[in-house]
């Protein structure tokens, strides 16, 4: 199993990303995919998740509004649709995997499949 997070990068406040998370070795029908992400001196936190077959999402109330999760079942790759960042969205972003039967909320422990991070840095 393999899950590569992409589309990081340097964003002014205000600004926009769509980070991917491209997953390989799993039929991602079968998994809650979520996405995560750990400021500098920061425990990790859960940002958002969706389960893989229905689409059903959750989101952390400091992202809800402004991130959007989806999924692509064909490309096997969930998204993250980032808008209005603001410098408390600096952090490395990862994206982890869980083999389910429904929806599982963003908690660190309850996600067994994880890929390298991609930073997000919001910054002018």
């Known amino acids: 199993v393999q899950l590569q997070a992409s589309g990081g990068g340097l964003v002014q406040p205000g600004g926009s990303l769509r980070l991917s998370c491209a997953a390989s070795?799993?039929?991602?029908?079968?998994?809650?995919i979520g996405w995560f992400r750990q400021a500098p001196g920061r425990k990790r936190e859960g940002v958002s998740s969706i389960y893989g077959s229905d689409g059903k999402t959750y989101y952390d109330d400091s992202v809800k509004g402004r991130f959007t999760i989806s999924k692509d079942n064909e490309k096997n790759t969930v998204y993250l649709q980032m808008n209005s960042l603001g410098p408390e969205d600096t952090a490395v972003y990862h994206c982890?995997?869980?083999?389910?039967?429904?929806?599982?909320?963003?908690?660190?422990?309850?996600?067994?499949?994880w890929g390298q991070g991609t930073q997000v840095t919001v910054s002018s």
């Open positions: 070795g799993i039929t991602l029908a079968n998994y809650a």
């Open positions: 982890a995997a869980r083999r389910a039967a429904s929806l599982i909320v963003p908690v660190e422990m309850w996600y067994d499949k």
